[in-house]
């Protein structure tokens, strides 16, 4: 099987690597690159558990060649980590509501 060299920039990092012409993906952030944060779901790109960031755009890397986003810019984590500060900065708001509010039993 033939191999080549990767260079990727993945959250930020320049990556350089040798992988198989066949590798896809998410088996290269997973067990070359050691980015487990990118899961393994369906194995055919219906789920989304795999949806990764290439130059900003979301691409399910069950379904991508690892060699087809050579030189491009790659976000793993950043997926995860800006849906919990939405869901933070949500709860703040909420939580920032019901404390100016009275509880119900003060109304009367």
Not at 23 to 32: E, I, K, P, S
Not at 60 to 64: K, V
């Given at each position: 099987m033939a191999k080549r060299l990767l260079q990727l920039t993945v959250n930020d990092r320049v990556?350089?690597?040798?992988?198989?012409?066949?590798?896809?993906?998410?088996?290269?952030?997973?067990?070359?690159?050691?980015?487990t944060g990118t899961k393994q779901g369906c194995d055919g790109g219906e789920c989304g558990a795999c949806t990764v960031l290439i130059d900003g755009v979301p691409r399910?890397?069950?379904?991508?060649l690892a060699a087809s986003v050579a030189g491009r810019l790659a976000d793993v984590?950043?997926?995860?980590?800006?849906?919990?500060?939405?869901?933070?900065d949500a709860n703040e708001g909420i939580a920032a509501f019901l404390a100016k509010r009275k509880p119900s039993w003060e109304h009367r």
């Open positions: 990556r350089e690597d040798a992988v198989a012409d066949d590798a896809l993906l998410v088996d290269y952030l997973r067990d070359t690159a050691g980015l399910l890397s069950c379904i991508t984590e950043r997926l995860y980590v800006n849906s919990l500060m939405k869901t933070h």
